[in-house]
């Protein structure tokens, strides 16, 4: 494998290609303040991975109630901002625009064409489906600027009409950084632009999600910062060039396997707030935390029984990485809630529960994923 050499901790600060990435409140937040939650849980059940599930050319993805991460970007000339998921599981721009009336669309910002001196579009529909809704609109042209990157010519979608729950995510689109195969109507995506039109040094790009919710969450285009990390960067070749796909050995506790027995898929995925498996494996998993569920799939654990609870190891192309119950706990008032989610799904999920500890980088040369313990 070609060595990546280039560390933006050693070059000039104009070529580091970096975005902030925001911890905000997520939607759960935002419907649990209003009183909602419990009755937007029942008419809008999560489906972790809706978001993979090929539709003929039409992206499937899912509203991550949990989801809080989000950088700016802009659109146009002038340009317009917005703040998005950067979602390594998808492969779509997309942004709210003037036309659409939904809701959701109101309480964000909307791109205005008629504002934007290079806008094009030739009014191709464009129709994204979730676990929870959908979102349909029209296809357009224009310069997108990302992290200091102008991308000339970037295809995206303006929404005319979105799910209600997004009314209560603080990202206004999304972002996808998958491969082209997965986007919808052929668009091609932000990265794959970035590395055409030579606008990146290298091929890859690289998240760092600070732990415990602190300040200093980034995403990086075409460069590494050896400073988020610490030790060697394992590197785990993709088993699927769609998604950030690769094989999963086992997951075990205190060297017991307790899911993914004689291996499995997994999707490493910056758009998913937890770690999904299937829903056997993730009963078992929470068994061992002696986790109780509730009818919405929600675990819990007695916020007292934290301190003694074991880590969790993944063992990935055979190298181990281990999360302690520090990372796969989230406490929220009296409530203690573990970071593991079930699926009718045979695939599992890394999302950022997984990702908050490893400085992840995902090397589109190689087509394959680097891990790092963070710093």
Partial sequence: MKLILALCALVALAEC????????????????????????????????????????????????????????????????????????????????????????????????????????????????????????GILGYDTVQVGGITVQNQVFGLSETEAPFMAYMQSDGILGLAYSSISSDGATPVFDNMMSQNLVSQDIFSVYLSPNGQQGSVVMFGELDSSYYTGNIYWIPLSSETYYQVTMDSVTINGQTVACSGGCQAIVDTGTSLIVGPTSDISNINSWLGATTDQYGDSTVSCSSVQSLPAITFTLNGYSFTIPASSYISQESSSCQTGFSGSSDSLWILGDVFIRNYYTIFNRENNSVGLAQVA
């Avoid at 997520?26 to 059940?45: D, I, N, T, V």
């Avoid at 978001?51 to 802009?74: C, H, P, R, W």
């Fill in 17 to 136: 290609i970096k975005v902030p990435l925001i911890k905000g409140k997520s939607a759960r937040q935002a419907l649990r303040e209003k009183g909602l939650w419990e009755e937007y849980r029942l008419k809008f059940p999560y489906n972790p991975t809706g978001k993979f599930a090929a539709q003929n050319g039409v992206e499937s993805m899912t509203n991550d109630a949990d989801l809080s991460y989000y950088g700016v970007i802009s659109i146009g000339t002038p340009p317009q901002s917005f703040q998005v998921v950067f979602d390594s599981g998808s492969s779509n721009l997309w942004v709210p625009s003037t036309s659409c009336s939904s809701q959701a669309c109101q309480n964000h910002n909307q791109f205005n064409p008629s504002q934007s001196s290079t806008f094009q579009t030739n009014n191709q529909a464009l129709s994204i489906s979730y676990g929870t809704g959908s979102m349909t």
